[in-house]
């Protein structure tokens, strides 16, 4: 069963690779609509320099505003650690890891969908 719409949030580093969540330096924002990329839209976030200054609630706290300012469904990354993946959860997101291009991964998580 297709859903109908979802936003994927892709944790990627500057070679458009896919990251680890608290370390992103960039998060993809992709936008599917009835099984279909329609919209891609980039941001530089900073997560790698942030989790090296913040506390790691606060840098939770911040990835989970970004993440529900843009409606996420579902992350696709590299990696997460252990509080990462439950304040994910927590969230009622959906993580998928996977490595390599970020979109590449997108396209097959969702041609799986």
Known sequence: MRMESKIIAATIDDNL???GIGRARKVAIIEVKEGKIAKIEEFEVKWDEAH?????GLHHANVAKFLRSHNVTDIIAFGAGPDMRHMVERLGIRLHFSSGDYREAIKRLVESS
């Open 17 to 19: 690779l896919l990251s």
């Open 52 to 56: 090296e200054k913040e506390e790691e």
